[in-house]
């Protein structure tokens, strides 16, 4: 986040930006998203009227102007309905708080935008993927340097695992500590969005690969340290960039495209999970998805994967 995303003048819009932080724990790109949106507007309204937003008497005829304004600036549908998400959000906090009656951007028609279906992996590309850090290790090994820390390849190669064996958010794998994880029964007690506790199982092949790693360390973590460390010495947790950095390393070696998201194990694992006949409800109970029609677009993927396989077997296709 940047110095003006931090430092604001508004305090409606610090108030909030403390709101996702703590109430809702709210992720670092959303954070960092919504706040930059609200600066945006604030710009923009303070250029146009040379004052400040008066967000409580703001009225329809202002968001459609910025709206109008958006438009000009060629920004794609995708970014126009990104800061009104903020803006809308915003709205409901400051009715909720009594700063606001209403919201002047209800009834506004925003330009559609066509969702985009998630990607996801097959089952032999995830496979090639989890088994990059250790197939890596050991060329590593064989070349004889003796200077390289092997040890961050098995915490890779368990990170992997967990990630596709769980469905786990970036966010969620990195405030992962040891005392979440059930040994005995295979469970990972997970905090997600708006600080909600789920539980979900931990395959075996993850489970072996966390233990795996952990033998590697000069002491095992505590309880209350996290399963992962980006820095041993000094005990410190894994954060959602290195994770993303390091899975583009391992798709790139793994020959899968590098431009994939680390988000796709996350929608593998709900695909391949509804390709095997798990219902919709359960698949959204893993996630953790407040709304069964934010999981309901993963229908859509392996219906769209069926249709593909009737085509191409057939005989009357």
């Known amino acids: 986040m940047n110095e003006s995303d931090h430092q604001n003048d508004d305090k409606y819009i ?62 794609s549908k995708a970014a126009i309905q990104l800061r009104f998400s903020a ?33 996801f992996l097959t089952i032999p ?22 200077d390289i820390d092997f040890t961050a390849y098995y915490r890779d190669a368990a990170i992997l695992e967990t990630l596709y064996s769980c469905g786990l958010r970036i966010s969620e794998l990195c405030e992962l500590k040891v005392e979440d994880i059930d040994f005995n ?50 005990r410190e947790p894994m954060y959602p960039r290195l994770v993303q ?14 431009s994939i998201t680390p988000h796709t194990l996350r929608h593998s694992f709900a695909t391949h999970l509804l390709d095997a006949g798990a219902d919709l409800r359960s698949v959204q109970e893993l996630l953790g998805h407040a709304h069964l029609v934010t999981t309901q677009i993963y229908t859509h993927i392996t219906t769209e994967h069926l249709k593909r396989i009737y085509d191409k077997t057939h005989p009357r296709a």
């Open 125 to 146: 590309q995830v496979l090639e993927l989890l088994n990059a850090p250790l197939k890596e290790l050991e060329s590593v090994k064989s070349s004889g340097n003796s």
């Open 14 to 75: 610090s108030d909030f930006s403390q709101h996702l932080a703590i109430d809702k724990n709210a992720s670092e790109y959303t954070l960092r998203n919504y706040i930059h949106s609200l600066n945006e507007f604030t710009q923009w309204y303070k250029t146009v009227n040379s004052t400040q937003p008066d967000w409580s008497h703001l009225t329809n005829d202002d968001f459609r102007a910025y709206l109008r304004y958006l438009s000009r600036e060629n920004l």
């Open 185 to 234: 029964e295979q469970t990972v007690s997970v905090r997600g969005k708006g600080k909600k506790e789920r539980l979900v199982p931990i395959g075996k092949p993850a489970i072996s690969a966390i233990l795996n790693y952990w033998k590697q360390l000069q002491a095992k973590p505590l309880p209350d340290e996290p399963v992962f460390f980006s820095n041993v010495k000094k």
């Open 245 to 258: 950095l390091k899975i583009k390393r391992y798709l790139a070696l793994a020959g899968l495209d590098p």
């Open 87 to 119: 803006l809308r959000t915003f709205y409901k906090f400051l009715i909720r708080r009594g700063f606001a009656q209403s919201s002047p951007i209800s009834g506004l028609s925003l330009p559609k935008t066509r969702r985009q279906l998630p990607k």
